[in-house]
């Protein structure tokens, strides 16, 4: 058996997807801070939305000690989960906290958060990067793409694919089939 057939992450040239690294060795600093993976750190601008993905950075989990459960079908105590971020952030965290810890929830599948600590500290804040602009098509360009959707009758379908196939050709991903 060959090292690709045997390792899926393996390429057959030896490489290794750079994923499966970060991923391994961010792990143990996750458990750390309470985390059982890197998932909701890797995730964390989707789970909580665009007015926190950015602002607020979770800082570590605090897990309640257990009693001996005598049932151990029952799910564990819920969290606490420790962020930081701004002080103006933190005013609007606080009213949206409830709202936070159901999508935390929802992102973990049960009431694996009982509570959001805050802690007021600055957090780097991200700049998404700027989108490159689009080269303008030439004139040939735009006559094919308009040849293209002739037989499309609907107006706004027509315009929704225009706009689609003028930053297929611009990016130079290849003229429209």
Known sequence: MTAAK???ARRPNGARAIADLVGKAMTPACKKRGFASV???ASWADIVGERYGTRVQPDRLIWPRQPELTDPDRPP???TLVVHTDGATAL????DSAQVIERINTFYGWAAIGRIKILQRPVLVK???PSKSLRALTRSEEQRLEERLEGVENDRLRQALKKLGAQ???RGAGEPA
């Open 6 to 8: 045997a390792n899926p």
């Open 39 to 41: 998932d909701i750190i």
């Open 77 to 79: 105590q819920p969290a």
């Open 92 to 95: 609007l965290l606080s009213h």
């Open 127 to 129: 700049q998404p990067e």
């Open 168 to 170: 297929v050709i611009a």
